[in-house]
């Protein structure tokens, strides 16, 4: 660990349980009501009033962890049925906009069931039934998103062969007038039908948009379980990214979010010429994997077992107890080497120092190995340091872009507020 004594930054805070822990109910009063009711993460596209109804049920059958998430996931279905119902309706009548938000908004609760990870049957369904609903209301928009097929070229045999992705260009965007791109690398919970969120910010401002899941996540192709597997995956992405005439292939920049952040340190280190820059934002490289960490963080601020979450997306299924015992020299970056590689993209590292989901500790560490990097801490605050983080993020790839923005504006183009 990087703070004094062998300790974490947030050593004293390890065995103090966050009160969400204690039951659906409390999760909702103490951490999600609020963001439900201002439409941002992870109720983007979202309505905080379709999911009244769902708390007051959640509420009288006592739901609590450890959760049954079929049983979990069965109380949003058929919520979320009758907003697509609606849309449909709507759709049908001719009433886009209409059409539209209640198509988001069903995969806003679709989201939600299938959160933190589609583990159990009608939490996959609720994923599949969610990417139809999210694809159909972003593509009734004034500013379509499409959905893109990119071929794994350098996939291999037990790899898909598409890596599926959310993508946006702005208008005007051609040969003769590429316009720069940036990559949105999700993280943990959130997918390609999240984040793309940010599409419509980053249109204004004249960037394409390309939302990619990292592995074990949504639809990546890429094996879970194996640590080069990302390197395979994103080589296909920037093949094709740089086979498109209307987007720059010199401004081309990554922005990481939360589990993401470590696939973004491992880029930058793994294709230190392809990016013009790579921004890990609430990642981590390798105190995240130790044991002590993993023992502690299925009651900090994560809403749900995050080691368990943790290990189905590292390929462990239900086996938390291995990947305890395998993750570290499995994935860390400083044991495989890569953050002592020579070579490494222009690298931000941004995070609040009181991160409870991946420790503060792995971006000192970061510093301390290989190229020069650059860092920017928000004290006081928890997991990304948002929203402070946003600001110092859109700034810097403003400024890396060379494009002149407002990250208050784009910012604003966040918020879901429902109008019907």
Same mark, same amino acid.
Request: hydrophobic share 40%; with cysteine.
């Given at each position: 660990m990087a703070a004094p004594n062998g300790k974490f930054f947030i050593q004293d805070k390890l065995t103090k349980p966050a009160p969400h822990h204690e039951s659906f109910e409390q999760l909702w009063e103490t951490k999600w009501k609020k963001p439900a009711q201002m439409g941002v993460y992870?109720?983007?596209?979202?309505?905080?009033?379709?999911?009244?109804?769902?708390?007051?049920?959640?509420?009288?059958?006592?739901?609590?962890?450890?959760?049954?998430?079929?049983?979990?996931?069965?109380?949003?279905?058929?919520?979320?049925?009758?907003?697509?119902?609606?849309?449909?309706?709507?759709?049908?009548?001719?009433?886009?906009?209409?059409?539209?938000?209640?198509?988001?908004?069903?995969?806003?609760?679709?989201?939600?069931?299938?959160?933190?990870?589609?583990?159990?049957e009608k939490q996959r369904a609720a994923w599949a039934k969610g990417k139809e609903a999210c694809l159909k209301g972003l593509q009734l928009r004034e500013h379509p998103v499409d959905e893109v097929l990119i071929p794994h070229t350098h996939g291999i045999e037990g790899e898909g062969k598409h890596i599926p992705v959310y993508h946006q260009l702005p208008g005007g965007a051609s040969k003769s007038s590429p316009a720069p791109l940036v990559i949105i690398m999700t993280g943990l919970d959130g997918y390609r039908t999240e984040l793309a969120v940010?599409? #419509?910010?980053? /249109?204004?401002?004249? =960037?394409?948009?390309?939302?990619? +899941? !990292?592995?074990?996540?949504? $639809?990546?192709?890429?094996?879970?379980?194996?640590?080069?597997?990302?390197?395979?995956?994103?080589?296909?992405?920037?093949?094709?990214?740089?086979?498109?005439?209307?987007?720059?292939?010199?401004?081309?920049?990554?922005?990481?979010?939360?589990?993401?952040?470590?696939?973004?340190?491992?880029?930058?280190?793994?294709?230190?010429?392809?990016l013009a820059g790579v921004v890990a934002l609430g990642g981590g490289c390798h105190h995240m994997f130790d044991r002590e960490w993993l023992d502690h963080v299925n009651h900090l601020e994560y809403p749900f077992d995050l080691a368990n979450t943790l290990a189905y997306k590292f390929g462990y299924g239900d086996d938390v107890e291995k990947f305890k015992a395998e993750a570290s020299d499995k994935f860390s970056l400083l044991?495989?080497?890569?953050?002592?590689?020579? #070579?490494?993209? /222009?690298?931000?590292? =941004?995070?609040?120092?009181?991160? +409870? !989901?991946?420790?503060?500790? $792995?971006?000192?560490?970061?510093?301390?190995?290989?190229?020069?990097?650059?860092?920017?801490?928000?004290?006081?605050?928890?997991?990304?340091?948002?929203?402070?983080?946003?600001?110092?993020?859109?700034?810097?790839?403003y400024k890396l872009f060379g494009i002149q923005g407002n990250a208050g504006q784009q910012l604003a183009t966040m918020p879901f507020k429902p109008k019907f």
């Amino acid at each position: 660990m990087a703070a004094p004594n062998g300790k974490f930054f947030i050593q004293d805070k390890l065995t103090k349980p966050a009160p969400h822990h204690e039951s659906f109910e409390q999760l909702w009063e103490t951490k999600w009501k609020k963001p439900a009711q201002m439409g941002v993460y992870p109720f983007m596209f979202s309505a905080a009033s379709d999911f009244e109804p769902i708390v007051e049920e959640m509420t009288k059958l006592g739901m609590k962890e450890p959760y049954d998430w079929d049983a979990y996931a069965g109380v949003f279905a058929p919520h979320a049925e009758k907003l697509v119902a609606t849309a449909e309706a709507a759709e049908a009548a001719g009433e886009r906009e209409k059409a539209s938000e209640y198509y988001l908004r069903a995969s806003g609760v679709y989201r939600i069931s299938r959160f933190p990870a589609p583990r159990s049957e009608k939490q996959r369904a609720a994923w599949a039934k969610g990417k139809e609903a999210c694809l159909k209301g972003l593509q009734l928009r004034e500013h379509p998103v499409d959905e893109v097929l990119i071929p794994h070229t350098h996939g291999i045999e037990g790899e898909g062969k598409h890596i599926p992705v959310y993508h946006q260009l702005p208008g005007g965007a051609s040969k003769s007038s590429p316009a720069p791109l940036v990559i949105i690398m999700t993280g943990l919970d959130g997918y390609r039908t999240e984040l793309a969120v940010w599409a #419509e910010g980053w /249109r204004r401002n004249g =960037v394409a948009v390309v939302v990619v +899941e !990292i592995p074990g996540t949504g $639809d990546s192709p890429a094996l879970a379980s194996d640590p080069t597997s990302p390197d395979r995956e994103w080589s296909s992405l920037l093949d094709w990214v740089d086979a498109q005439e209307a987007i720059d292939s010199k401004r081309v920049a990554v922005w990481a979010f939360s589990t993401g952040g470590f696939y973004a340190i491992r880029l930058a280190h793994t294709h230190p010429n392809r990016l013009a820059g790579v921004v890990a934002l609430g990642g981590g490289c390798h105190h995240m994997f130790d044991r002590e960490w993993l023992d502690h963080v299925n009651h900090l601020e994560y809403p749900f077992d995050l080691a368990n979450t943790l290990a189905y997306k590292f390929g462990y299924g239900d086996d938390v107890e291995k990947f305890k015992a395998e993750a570290s020299d499995k994935f860390s970056l400083l044991k495989d080497g890569t953050l002592d590689k020579p #070579e490494c993209a /222009r690298l931000l590292l =941004v995070n609040g120092t009181e991160d +409870e !989901i991946f420790p503060i500790d $792995d971006y000192y560490l970061a510093l301390q190995h290989g190229a020069p990097k650059e860092a920017r801490f928000v004290p006081g605050i928890k997991h990304m340091g948002e929203p402070e983080s946003f600001f110092i993020i859109m700034n810097w790839l403003y400024k890396l872009f060379g494009i002149q923005g407002n990250a208050g504006q784009q910012l604003a183009t966040m918020p879901f507020k429902p109008k019907f």
